[in-house]
């Protein structure tokens, strides 16, 4: 499937509306009246089972109700699914107004038959008004994109990715293209449209391997995609379609958080505060610098590097840049992230103090972490500090009750955990090993059993201390044992709690591995951290925590006053040789 087959389908869409005009009419086509395409026909982006979006427009004092029906029913007849409206043209104008999803449909009006000039009005009029009342309109949109993307999910990320409306699919494509309309910001157009013939490909395939229309994509559906795309496996089916949708999400959170910063610009502009950033087109916008850290500064809601910044002399640099951006929740800017990844030089092995609490920084961020985390990874900055990233880069989850993938699930549990922290008497462990515990996923092993190497070998180069490291890598190993024997197991049993405390040894690995359960199953979903289940780890986890404090007070008994550990004072009290 290719563009061209889309526009072959457009053609011959075309080629039937305008028979059906044609024969619609009683006499001379008549003047003021158009038939019009909208959406993705619009667009000449029809998949094998698209229906056809078609708007008859006609002059204010133009009849058209039995021209209508004479268009319509021949297309029905013809087994066509039709989208059709009969608007005037100030109707067109009125339902844009109100409603900005019309709105962005006719941004793509194509005329498909009858008189031409009144698709031209359409269309100059609309793309008019929708430039004067960007502005205005945009909050509306923008609450929209977000509504869908809490209801339907990430493209890249959920099990069930939708094409169309998932966060980073066709719809946001759209979207985009029409923000670039309003003259207020600009999108890499290259880019943009190189993930957007990806996804219409990929639709395309998907209409014939199901025979109907649809944008879902199923798990048994990757592989038959794979045929279809020239792909070797299901697998590669889900990392193509993932890896596009992630760019595409990348470039959404990034021309909104643009768009925000160009409302804030115009407020101060109007206020006469800032009128070195006027936004009409063609004028020059000379950039305000707020310093944050060495090297680094703030313009227009980006973090981005200063006169002064030497990134060929500070390798912590890349890091203090993320962890800047993430804690202030603004954007690390692409362009400053991928010089910064091609110019720092590595950070020692093993990391220094001050390397490793800017990563623990830059975890306990919270929700700022997210779109850092992603801009890191876009650019290859992600590389140069966790090489081991890539084994579980949109590696899909086994078990349907996950809703992410396992990379950005590991970021998720990261956000959980930062709000966990002054649970725990080490949050630089629990973070570092929220961001582990399944870095073992992606091979045949158990993924507990072959991420504690793989923690422990992370956290040597990180710079832990012996003890610390150990520690992670026990976390790592045991992070589904709370999980799996509060919920499998009778707690009342001795022996299920010999079973925990014998691999928790003490009461803070048990503390921190209890919140790590916790960080695990928010992120994980809605089911995974239920009142029920929450409610049997507690109880778990007070019942070994009961457990290894008698068991340290019997250790304390056998080697202080019990007899053969220590000595003691003629008066009988423990002493100290």
Partial sequence: ????????????????????????????????????????????????????DLVLVHARDVDVSELAARVWYPLWDAGVDLDHAVRALPEVAAAAGADVRVALGLLDARHVAGDPTVTLRLRTDLLAEWRRGARDRLPALHALVASRGRRVGELAHVAVPDLKESTGGLRDATVLKALVATWLVDVPHTDLERCRRRLLDVRDVLHEVAGRSTDRVGPELWGDLAAGLGLADGAAAQRHVRETGRRVTHLSRLTWRRVASVSVTDRLTTRGRSATLARSPGRERRPVLDPVAPGLAVSAGEVVLDAAAQPAAEPLLLLRAAAEAAERDLVLAPATAARLARECPDVAEPWASDGRNLLVRLLASGPGLLAVWETLDETGALARLLPEWERVRLLPHASSVHRYTVDRHLVETCVEASRLTRRVGRPDVLLVTALLHDIGKGGDLDHCVAGEPLAVAISERLGFAVRDIELIGRLVRHHLLLAEVATTRDLRDSDTLEHVAERVVDVDTLTLLAVLTEADARATSARAWSAWRAGLVADLTRRVRAELSADAVRSRRRHGDGGGGGCTTEAGRPGYP
């Fill in 1 to 52: 499937m290719t563009a061209g087959d889309r526009q072959r389908r457009a053609d011959a869409a075309d080629a039937l509306c305008s028979a059906a005009f044609a024969d619609a009419r009683t006499g001379p086509d008549p003047r003021g009246v158009a038939l019009v395409a909208v959406g993705g026909y619009g667009r000449r982006e029809l998949a094998p089972h698209s229906d056809l």
